[in-house]
């Protein structure tokens, strides 16, 4: 096997284990601030803010008839 192509075949998979290292802790960021909105919202008595973040396609409009 060529050196220069084994070299490029490293670099290529340091690159790649790289990006993929970054998404996971992107991905980890993203977890830790659902949990810590969670938390949050288990923590208030707001019964209306839990409902709503069940289900919050509900009560953004009404439909009416003239």
Same mark, same amino acid.
């Given at each position: ?7 490029? +075949?490293? $670099? ?7 990006? $993929? ?5 992107? +991905? ?14 288990? $923590?208030?008595?707001?019964? +209306?803010?839990? !409902? !709503?973040?069940?289900?919050? !396609? ?9």
């Amino acid at each position: 096997m060529d050196i220069a192509l084994m070299s490029m +075949a490293l $670099s290529q998979g340091k690159v790649q284990q790289q990006a $993929s290292m970054s998404v996971m802790k992107m +991905a980890i960021g993203n977890v830790e601030q659902q949990e810590e909105s969670i938390q949050k919202l288990m $923590s208030t008595n707001d019964v +209306a803010a839990i !409902h !709503h973040a069940a289900q919050p !396609h509900l009560g953004g409009s009404i439909d009416l008839k003239v």
